[in-house]
């Protein structure tokens, strides 16, 4: 069985979602909607990937700029069963009634309100309550670092509170209009911030509060999270869990050299396309055992890491793959996820 | 009765030691030691501070320069009953035979070994065991700024256990050799970072560990703490605690609008002499407090913070002043620390 799939938007998070549906076997991409004729249009264009527009009137620039539309997203809603939403934070709600009345499944990205769809998701946290849901909210970057790694965790030693203090990247690669130059900026100033609603959004008995910046650098996130665990473990036994564990990979900065964000999106951009690191990196000798406590850094890819969990959000909403595990290996194997990067 | 202070190397702490010094009634700063006579030997010479140079040898530098010289560091230390020794962090330590050979008292910084001075001193919670010790150190400013948290929080309310998470400045403003331009780098990547361990010189009874990371800005760090405290206490008991205590100034993000360093250090360039801000900085609406444990985000102005202990530091060492809370008020007063910005 192949489930059809359409993409709205194809900013950030769209043009890797869409590449990443051309490589499953039980996947095809319909097209993708765009609203502009600019450069990711263009490489859009040539990669072979049908475009249409959100209506008649964005077609018009397209045609000047010599980029052949299909038709509007309507057109494309009529011959999907699945719509990825990845418009900008905010504007996949405005879109929520065109897909209801088309009666196309959805998967909505987190800078949605957790209220767009019927449940928010993390595929290592809770693929079986998604499956056969009309719409599915993939939660942001940040919180799906923080889930991989408490599901990983809780699953095989048992986690009772989280702390974490995130340090952000200030914008995207391609964003060129924000972020501080010289500064670090509490986002918010209080506690906690909206992460930990988020995390909670998909396992709601966690007590957890997260504290936030933002500093000048583009490239990852990385968190320092604290986490309590039911029982005493050693930092071998969380290590051993991480390395079992898909989607986590553990880095070493003592044998790899690799001290920060900018290291390894350095070696991912020769071991990887696009430079993306969906993996949840783990320093493995940062981590800390005191007690029950365990502290550890974590960076996260925020343009990647939420695209393996897009894929398996289509396989959960369409029952296109009963067992989580079965949906992972499918998506790690065709994305070329690995636990190391050398 | 006055103390005549010589100070060992002007670069970013000797030179605002230097004013300080000036500043005070109790002392008098007889000369300062400059290695080459580049514009803050210009600066100093310019403001009528008395320059000398290590040996005979740098002195000729000077002359071309037309920078008077009025002798050798020896010859300064015969005229001195202190030296601050402000050199590079570790190269004090090889100075230490040449004081002690002198019979002057010494204060080092914390960028020295905690071994190079009798004790590790930090005036809101050693003072009293530091009168009259030979030789002192004065933590580095992230130990400061840890310290004058902690004690102030421990004299009201017990603290029991710490964790912090520093978010570090890659570089001061005038270093221009150094630092990450897009990277948040794990510095180091182990837990703790050499901050505990610094801590626990002055309060070794203290659980606590810290981590690091380092991000590519030079105006300020900022750090997020945990305290647990001996018993349970709110918000409101926090603030007045903090309220209530020298060198600690309170920020309320959503009256000033002050969200991180950039805007705090704007605020202090059109308040105070050289833009500096000894006080630790505590983000008021960032006090968060969960049972018995209180998260809060505060920001140290790495430049000047340890100048308001490095004055303290010579009154102890002296004796000049016996009573910790006199020498505190003396040395605010004189550099005109306050408990607000506005």
């Known amino acids: 069985m192949t489930v059809k799939v359409g993409i709205n938007g194809l900013g950030t998070i769209g043009r890797r979602v869409a590449r990443a ?8 991409l319909v097209g993708a909607v765009k609203t502009r004729p600019d450069y990711t249009a263009l490489q859009a264009a040539a990669a072979g990937i049908p475009l249409y527009t959100p209506s008649q009137e964005e077609a018009e620039a397209f045609d000047k700029a010599g980029i052949r539309v299909e038709g509007t997203l309507q057109d494309l809603l009529a011959k999907v069963d699945v719509i990825v939403d990845a418009t900008p934070g905010g504007v996949g709600e405005r879109y929520k009634g065109i897909y209801e009345e088309a009666g196309v499944r959805q998967i909505f990205q987190g800078g949605e309100k957790a209220r767009v769809a019927e449940a928010s998701f993390s595929t290592l946290c809770n693929y079986s309550e998604a499956l056969g849901l009309k719409s599915l909210r993939v939660v942001s970057c ?4 923080l889930l991989r790694l408490i599901c990983t965790l809780h699953r095989s030693m048992g986690v009772k509170r989280v702390q ?5 990247r200030a914008a995207d690669p391609r964003e060129v209009k924000k972020g501080p130059i010289n500064s670090i900026n509490l986002n918010p100033p209080t506690t906690p911030s909206h992460h930990a609603l988020d995390v909670k959004t998909v396992l709601p008995w966690l007590e957890i509060t997260t504290s936030a910046v933002v500093v000048p650098t583009t490239l990852m996130h990385v968190h320092h999270v604290t986490l309590e665990l039911e029982k005493r473990a050693s930092a071998r036994d969380v290590i051993e869990a ?5 989607r986590i990979m553990l880095i070493d ?4 050299g690799i001290r920060g964000t900018a290291q390894l999106m350095d070696a991912a951009r020769h071991a990887r396309p696009a430079g993306d690191l969906p993996e949840l990196v783990v320093f493995e000798d940062s981590i800390h055992v005191e007690e029950n406590r365990v502290t550890l850094f974590q960076a996260v890819h925020q343009e990647s890491i939420v695209v393996p969990e897009n894929i398996d959000a289509i396989r959960a909403a369409t029952r296109l793959v009963e067992d ?6 499918r998506t790690d194997e065709s994305l070329g996820l690995t636990k190391r990067l050398f």
């Open 324 to 329: 989580p595990w079965e949906s992972v290996t």
């Open 242 to 246: 991480l390395a079992g564990a898909p």
């Open 21 to 28: 549906i051309t490589l499953q076997s039980d996947m095809k």
């Open 253 to 256: 900065t003592g044998v790899t």
């Open 164 to 168: 974490a203090v995130l340090i952000r």
């Open 142 to 145: 940040n919180t799906t670092g």
